[in-house]
């Protein structure tokens, strides 16, 4: 996204492994942090967000964290397992809600 | 709750022909409505952009127009279909309450 920046572009990593995905940003007042993973073929689907007013979501296996004062969050995904693999987009999000997306992390788990 | 269509899921058409792709949400009032194109391999590129019945804004320079005749009715149209135009076009929807949801997308070629 235009003001996103997301590393790394290509993430592989062994099953059972951690992988992290980090978002840069550069707008203070942004306020809404989404992930979204998409398969191979199919539509972007959200995975987990966060709010501005929190430091860290969890949801079983994924986890973002938010560092305001850095102005960055990141995807945890911890017990990696192939299905796993796919890509990951933290899209920036301006003005009517809409989301800007960028080429995104592909991440590939290895059997 | 809310439900997004998108209709076809594939299409193959011929340089020089229209085109009509439909989408369509249910279970909400007054969403905001969006178009993405993804290349193969690449981001998504949002097209357009709707507000409302009759309200399309437009991200990119492009040989499509969209068109919203009814609150939960986004069209996408061409006239003419160049070979650039092939793509994965995703559907998308939010309103206040909810974060981005896509359709299944349709898979354009162009011959």
């Known amino acids: 996204g235009e003001n996103v920046e997301q590393h790394p572009s290509t993430l592989s990593v062994q099953e059972g492994d951690s992988a992290v995905i980090k978002c840069t940003y550069s707008d203070s007042a942004s306020n809404y942090f989404p992930w979204y993973k998409q398969e191979l073929g199919k539509r972007p689907q959200l995975i987990i967000d966060i709010r501005s007013n929190v430091g860290e979501k969890k949801d079983q296996r994924i986890a973002v964290t938010l560092n305001k004062t850095a102005k960055h969050f990141s995807l945890h995904i911890t017990e990696t397992q192939p299905e796993d693999s796919a890509v990951y987009f933290c899209?920036?999000?301006?003005?009517?809600?809409?989301?800007?997306f960028g080429t995104g992390t592909l991440l590939a788990v290895q059997p | 709750s809310q439900t997004i269509h998108q209709w076809p899921a594939t299409l193959v058409q011929p340089v020089g022909s229209p085109l009509s792709l439909e989408c369509t949400v249910e279970?909400?009032?007054?969403?905001?409505l969006y178009w993405y194109r993804q290349a193969a391999g690449r981001g998504l590129q949002l097209l357009f952009y709707?507000?409302?019945?009759?309200?399309i804004s437009s991200e990119v320079p492009q040989n499509l127009s969209a068109s919203r005749p009814q609150d939960r009715q986004f069209i996408l149209s061409s006239k003419k279909l160049l070979l650039s135009d092939s793509g994965f076009y995703l559907c998308?929807?939010?309103?206040?309450?909810?974060?981005?949801?896509f359709g299944d997308g349709t898979r354009l070629s162009i011959l």
């Open positions: 998308a929807w939010t309103d206040r309450n909810q974060p981005q949801h």
């Open positions: 709707s507000v409302g019945i009759g309200q």
């Open positions: 899209p920036d999000r301006g003005a009517t809600n809409k989301l800007i």
């Open positions: 279970g909400t009032s007054n969403p905001n």
